[in-house]
């Protein structure tokens, strides 16, 4: 009976139970896994990230351990960066350290980064990383709106690539070389506020303490 | 006619108190919600954004009350035109009753410095003080610039069609700094001087109440008072007190306010030195 029955049943199992989903794998290995999502939405389970209290905060500038330089000095003479396949080649101990061991300040002035939990790899990619103006590079000017800021703002063009997710210090003075409109607009708006309060601190403190002081205001 | 009851003068109409109240909800909203998203790197501004269903919830209820703002401030400026055309294009802009600031009110200005110091006598004031001209004008200039700067960010794809990319990093900081400005300006001077002088303790309830104790017009608005009853218009604009159920609640609105705004000035104050700015 068996013989008869269990070909049949086991076509109709396969027709109608579903197919088994990669989603029900477990996975063997930490990083597989955070691959896997990173290449799928961007999402984090909330036990992948850092706790909320130090979720976006860096301790990237303080630097642990030996104290390596950012670059040893030999190697930041022999090659011009900018232009590498492997931006990172050559780098002493590079296997052992964190992005932002090195690139403190690119997180930091980064709302990407500090707001959305955005990764350096969900933009910069996986290793090799390319310098941005590497030819091949996905940051590439020629096709980063498509290939990197459309993965999640869908519809980017050019212009909006133009948005600098490394953000210059506004206040300070290098910025004025970078990005000059940003600049005068921020020290403009600042003169504003700084004026305001300046002049209307004084007044509001020095006419509450004449009211205080007078018994009826005005011309009695 | 009962001259004894109507101890008040007329100082606000209903629309205008009606502009002052959505003015002063929505921008408690914004407020709220602005600085929820500022400080989400805190706990104070996580407890703030849950309120509003969380970082990205804060964000849509910012954008969408943000947009109203923008409505209300064009039929504003509709309601402004419609009165204008009502008092004459050109002479509605001058005199008194009209919010244009003058050479005047640095005059008015000086005096009531000067008074402020002990030096004077108390300038007679008319029905704006200076300072109520520049809050008007602030605001003004506030709802272009955080309007203006806010629906560029708010639609980033649409607006880097118009403006570089870049341009995005100018409007945020712009719209930041302007928001700050605004909310130490309106949670500083603006209560301090509604709430807190002396003379209208606890509160001036006159943007709710439409109306100011006659009496005390005369000692600070002489110039208003003396020019109304060189008019004979004065008659027409006493009025009496708003019943006592409405001044309770004229007055916690206003203290609620204050409560909500002070909130948000500490806490922001408090953790200034915690966020990544």
Same mark, same amino acid.
């Given at each position: 009976?068996?013989?008869?029955?269990?070909?049949?049943?086991?076509?109709?199992?396969?027709?109608?139970?579903?197919?088994?989903?990669?989603?029900?794998?477990? $996975?063997?290995?930490?990083?597989?896994?955070?691959?896997?999502?990173?290449?799928?939405?961007?999402?984090?389970? !909330?036990?992948?990230?850092?706790?909320?209290?130090?979720?976006?905060?860096?301790?990237?500038?303080?630097?642990?351990?030996? #104290?390596?330089?950012?670059?040893?000095?030999?190697?930041?003479?022999?090659?011009?960066?900018?232009?590498? &396949?492997?931006?990172?080649?050559?780098?002493?101990?590079?296997? +052992?350290?964190? @992005?932002?061991? @090195?690139?403190?300040?690119?997180? !930091? &002035?980064?709302?990407?980064?500090?707001?959305?939990?955005?990764?350096?790899?969900?933009?910069? #990619?996986?290793?090799?990383?390319?310098?941005?103006?590497?030819?091949?590079?996905?940051?590439?000017?020629?096709?980063?709106?498509?290939?990197?800021?459309?993965?999640?703002?869908? #519809?980017?063009?050019?212009?909006?690539?133009?948005?600098?997710?490394?953000?210059?210090?506004?206040?300070?003075?290098?910025?004025?070389?970078?990005?000059?409109?940003?600049?005068?607009?921020?020290?403009?708006?600042?003169?504003?506020?700084?004026?305001?309060?300046?002049?209307?601190?004084?007044?509001?403190?020095?006419?509450?303490?004449?009211?205080?002081?007078?018994?009826?205001?005005?011309?009695? | 006619?009962?001259?004894?009851?109507?101890?008040?003068?007329?100082?606000?109409?209903?629309? +205008?108190?009606?502009?002052?109240?959505?003015?002063?909800?929505?921008?408690?909203?914004?407020?709220?919600?602005?600085?929820?998203?500022?400080?989400?790197?805190? =706990?104070?501004?996580?407890?703030?954004? &849950?309120?509003?269903?969380?970082?990205? =919830?804060?964000?849509?209820?910012?954008?969408?009350? #943000?947009?109203?703002?923008?409505?209300?401030?064009?039929?504003?400026?509709?309601?402004?035109?419609?009165?204008?055309?009502?008092?004459?294009?050109?002479?509605?802009?001058?005199?008194?009753?009209?919010?244009?600031?003058?050479?005047?009110?640095?005059?008015?200005?000086?005096?009531?410095?000067?008074?402020?110091?002990?030096?004077?006598?108390?300038?007679?004031?008319?029905?704006?003080?200076?300072? !109520?001209?520049?809050?008007?004008?602030?605001?003004?200039? =506030?709802?272009?610039?955080?309007?203006?700067?806010?629906?560029?960010?708010?639609?980033?794809?649409?607006?880097?069609?118009?403006?570089?990319?870049?341009?995005?990093?100018?409007?945020?900081?712009?719209?930041?700094?302007?928001?700050?400005?605004?909310?130490?300006?309106?949670?500083?001077?603006?209560?301090?001087?509604?709430?807190?002088?002396?003379?209208?303790?606890? $509160?001036?309830?006159?943007?709710?109440?439409?109306?100011?104790?006659?009496?005390?017009?005369?000692?600070?608005?002489?110039?208003?008072?003396?020019?109304?009853?060189?008019?004979?218009?004065?008659?027409?604009?006493?009025?009496?007190?708003?019943?006592?159920?409405?001044?309770?609640?004229?007055?916690?609105?206003?203290?609620?306010?204050?409560?909500?705004?002070?909130?948000?000035?500490?806490?922001?104050? $408090?953790?200034?030195?915690?966020?990544?700015?």
């Amino acid at each position: 009976m068996w013989k008869t029955s269990l070909p049949p049943l086991l076509i109709v199992l396969i027709l109608l139970l579903p197919q088994p989903a990669p989603g029900q794998e477990e $996975m063997s290995s930490r990083y597989y896994r955070y691959r896997s999502t990173e290449m799928s939405t961007g999402v984090y389970e !909330e036990y992948e990230v850092r706790p909320r209290g130090v979720q976006g905060r860096t301790d990237g500038a303080r630097q642990q351990g030996r #104290g390596l330089n950012r670059i040893a000095d030999e190697e930041g003479r022999a090659l011009n960066r900018i232009f590498l &396949n492997d931006a990172h080649r050559g780098l002493a101990y590079y296997e +052992q350290r964190r @992005c932002v061991d @090195c690139h403190a300040q690119e997180a !930091e &002035n980064n709302r990407h980064y500090v707001r959305y939990g955005i990764t350096c790899r969900q933009c910069h #990619g996986e290793e090799p990383i390319a310098s941005s103006n590497h030819f091949f590079s996905r940051l590439n000017s020629l096709r980063r709106h498509t290939h990197v800021c459309a993965k999640c703002h869908e #519809g980017a063009g050019v212009s909006f690539a133009l948005y600098a997710v490394h953000e210059p210090n506004p206040a300070s003075a290098a910025t004025l070389e970078v990005m000059p409109v940003l600049s005068y607009a921020f020290w403009i708006m600042i003169a504003v506020a700084v004026g305001t309060f300046a002049l209307f601190l004084p007044h509001t403190v020095l006419w509450g303490l004449r009211e205080l002081l007078t018994r009826k205001v005005g011309r009695k | 006619m009962t001259t004894s009851a109507k101890t008040r003068i007329k100082r606000f109409t209903p629309m +205008q108190r009606l502009f002052h109240l959505t003015l002063m909800l929505t921008f408690l909203i914004q407020s709220a919600t602005g600085l929820a998203r500022m400080y989400h790197e805190t =706990g104070w501004g996580q407890g703030l954004a &849950n309120l509003f269903g969380g970082f990205s =919830g804060a964000l849509t209820i910012h954008i969408a009350v #943000g947009i109203f703002m923008v409505c209300a401030f064009v039929v504003h400026l509709a309601y402004a035109i419609f009165l204008l055309s009502r008092r004459g294009m050109v002479a509605g802009l001058r005199g008194p009753d009209s919010l244009i600031p003058g050479p005047g009110d640095i005059r008015e200005f000086i005096s009531h410095l000067r008074w402020i110091l002990g030096l004077s006598a108390h300038p007679p004031l008319d029905r704006w003080g200076y300072w !109520e001209k520049f809050d008007y004008w602030a605001v003004f200039w =506030g709802m272009i610039i955080l309007g203006g700067t806010g629906l560029l960010l708010a639609t980033p794809l649409a607006s880097s069609q118009v403006i570089p990319g870049w341009g995005l990093n100018v409007a945020f900081w712009v719209h930041r700094i302007e928001a700050i400005l605004a909310m130490a300006h309106i949670f500083i001077i603006h209560f301090f001087v509604v709430h807190l002088r002396r003379s209208h303790f606890p $509160m001036d309830s006159a943007m709710f109440d439409g109306s100011t104790d006659l009496e005390t017009a005369r000692n600070e608005r002489s110039a208003w008072v003396d020019r109304l009853t060189a008019s004979g218009e004065l008659g027409t604009r006493l009025t009496v007190a708003p019943p006592a159920h409405k001044k309770i609640i004229h007055l916690i609105t206003g203290l609620g306010a204050v409560a909500i705004g002070l909130f948000l000035l500490v806490g922001s104050l $408090m953790h200034a030195t915690r966020i990544t700015w």
